[in-house]
């Protein structure tokens, strides 16, 4: 995956038994390749059910390398509007 890549989000709802299957495009802004942080970012396309940019990484805890031992943590940022 690659800042300015477009990948496609098949959300099912509801999340869990039969549910609608939908499809949504977003294009991926910033990729996250560092010691203390590994993760990505996207902002969604026209025709998306939300309008806004999402961020999903993994941050070391007081400045671990994610590469090596340590504490991690996970994290998700999320600004959207409806």
């Known amino acids: 995956m690659l ?3 477009v990948i496609v989000q098949r959300p099912v709802f509801p999340p869990i038994g039969i549910g609608l299957c939908l499809q949504f495009a977003v294009r991926v ?3 996250y390749d560092r010691p203390d942080r590994v ?4 902002e969604t396309l026209a ?4 309008s806004g940019l999402s961020e999903f ?3 070391g805890s007081g400045g671990a390398d994610l590469r090596g031992a340590g504490g991690q943590t996970a994290a998700r940022y999320l600004t959207t509007r409806p």
């Open 29 to 31: 802004t910033r990729i």
């Open 39 to 42: 993760g990505f970012a996207y």
């Open 47 to 50: 025709g998306h059910a939300e």
């Open 57 to 59: 990484y993994f941050a």
């Open 3 to 5: 800042a300015g890549d």
